[in-house]
């Protein structure tokens, strides 16, 4: 069964400090994987990372796909109070799914 | 802000009834997702829809069911509702090609009774 499997479950860092977020997947017709920031209610997107792009970039947020592996990870340099978010995880199919992880809750605290 | 929004933002049912959650869509997006996102869990795909067709759905009963309008708008309808329904709803549109970069909308959150 195609699953996405996410950790730490949650974490608990300071402002300031590095963090490093895990995905792995077993997915059957592979497509793309993607990370979300969900504050409240809706999910915002952060990257899609794909065959031909594996590593992507943006501000002190940086993800790479390993297809080796079957996994991913979400960097996050000098976090902020502001990064405090479940992040999520998923895997979009080529049959038009999309497979989420049950993602992690990181907490920054000043 | 997504551009997406969706009504209404919360809803009581009682088990059994049947309940319609609506979504407006970005102009011009003319694909729409619907997922359910159970508490501390990620959202789960129930299914999507292309230009008015569904495009692919996910492990839900049939008595989940969805319309898409030429106007960008589009509906989930859940009959006979369980206990287990109690959760987000949320729907996500995205350009037809590239469909993987969806816009969420705040959700609906249904309590069933």
């Known amino acids: 069964e195609d699953k996405v499997v996410q950790s730490p479950l949650s974490l608990v860092v300071h402002e300031g400090d590095t963090v490093t977020l895990n995905c792995s997947y077993e997915?059957?017709?592979?497509?793309?994987l993607l990370w979300y920031k969900q504050e409240k209610k809706a999910p915002t997107f952060l990257f899609m990372l794909?065959?031909?792009?594996i590593e992507k970039k943006s501000g002190r947020l940086s993800s790479i796909l390993d297809k080796k592996e079957l996994s991913s990870i979400l960097n996050i340099t000098a976090t902020q109070t502001g990064d405090s978010a479940i992040y999520l995880c998923?895997?979009?199919?080529?049959?038009?799914?999309?497979?989420f992880g049950a993602g992690t809750r990181l907490t920054v605290k000043p | 802000e997504t551009g997406v929004t969706q009504s209404p933002t919360h809803l009581i049912k009682t088990r059994g009834q049947q309940v319609t959650l609506r979504c407006s869509s970005q102009?011009?997006?003319?694909?729409v997702s619907w997922y359910q996102q159970a508490l501390g869990q990620g959202p789960q795909f129930i299914f999507q829809?292309?230009?008015?067709?569904?495009?692919g759905r996910g492990n839900f009963p049939p008595r989940f069911s969805g319309l898409q309008f030429p106007n960008y708008s589009s509906e989930l309808n859940v009959n006979a509702l369980e206990l287990d329904d109690s959760a987000l709803y949320l729907c996500?549109?995205?350009?037809?090609?590239?469909?993987?970069?969806?816009?969420f909308g705040p959700g609906t959150r249904l309590l069933v009774l």
């Open positions: 996500a549109s995205s350009p037809g090609q590239g469909w993987e970069t969806q816009y």
């Open positions: 997915v059957t017709n592979f497509r793309s």
């Open positions: 794909t065959s031909s792009g």
């Open positions: 998923a895997v979009a199919g080529w049959n038009n799914d999309m497979r």
């Open positions: 102009s011009g997006h003319n694909t």
């Open positions: 829809y292309y230009r008015e067709e569904e495009n």
